[in-house]
Every structure is written in C-alpha cells, then in structure tokens.
C-alpha cells in the first residue's frame, strides 16, 4: 500500500551577502511560506511546489511512500522521516518529509 507522505516547511533562510556578491538580480524567488505543507499522494509533485525543491526531495518521498525509511542507518529520531533543504544556495527551504498518519 502506497502511503501518503506530508512535506513541511520548517524554516527558510535567507543569505543577502551571498546574492549581492554572486546572483543576477531577479524578480521573483521563493513562494514557500514557514509552516507551508503539502502533501503527496500516488508520488506526484504537488501544486504549487517548487520544481527545484522537488528534485531534491522526490528520492526520499518515493522511498517513504513505498514503506520504506531509516535513512542513513539511523540519521532521524522517526525513521519514517527526514529533514532535507532544497537546493538553492540563495535562500533555502528546510523541509520535514513524513509518513502521514
């Protein structure tokens, strides 16, 4: 049975010397708000999520949506979990992916 996996947005961060010194200015970043969650269900991006976040944290969610978990011999308290960041260097997202209950 395929279970249903929750992504939340636990924290974001924002580096203002790294983007002066090294990114072209832009016009639109980040959408994902603290405390922002999502869920997946049948392994499926969900609406609204960022693409590039979404590269990051689809290996973990399959893993999990499978029965699957205990990343890295132990790395989490809750096997069925981890907590992964996206990978813009700018301003990322740390993310808590889960078992829904």
């Given at each position: 049975?395929?279970?249903?996996?929750?992504?939340t947005a636990i924290r974001k961060t924002e580096y203002p010397d790294l983007m002066?010194?090294?990114?072209?200015?832009?016009?639109?970043?980040?959408?994902?708000?603290?405390?922002?969650?999502?869920?997946?269900?049948?392994?499926?991006?969900?609406e609204g999520f960022c693409d590039s976040a979404w590269q990051t944290l689809q290996?973990?969610?399959?893993?999990?949506?499978?029965?699957?978990?205990?990343?890295?011999?132990?790395?989490?308290?809750?096997?069925?979990?981890?907590?992964?960041?996206?990978?813009?260097?700018?301003?990322?997202?740390?993310?808590?992916?889960?078992?829904?209950?």
């Amino acid at each position: 049975m395929i279970k249903t996996i929750k992504i939340t947005a636990i924290r974001k961060t924002e580096y203002p010397d790294l983007m002066q010194k090294y990114e072209n200015p832009i016009s639109h970043a980040c959408d994902i708000k603290v405390g922002q969650t999502f869920r997946v269900i049948g392994g499926n991006k969900p609406e609204g999520f960022c693409d590039s976040a979404w590269q990051t944290l689809q290996p973990f969610v399959e893993v999990l949506a499978g029965g699957g978990g205990n990343f890295f011999d132990g790395w989490m308290k809750n096997p069925h979990s981890a907590m992964l960041s996206c990978n813009d260097g700018f301003r990322p997202v740390s993310f808590l992916v889960e078992v829904e209950e």
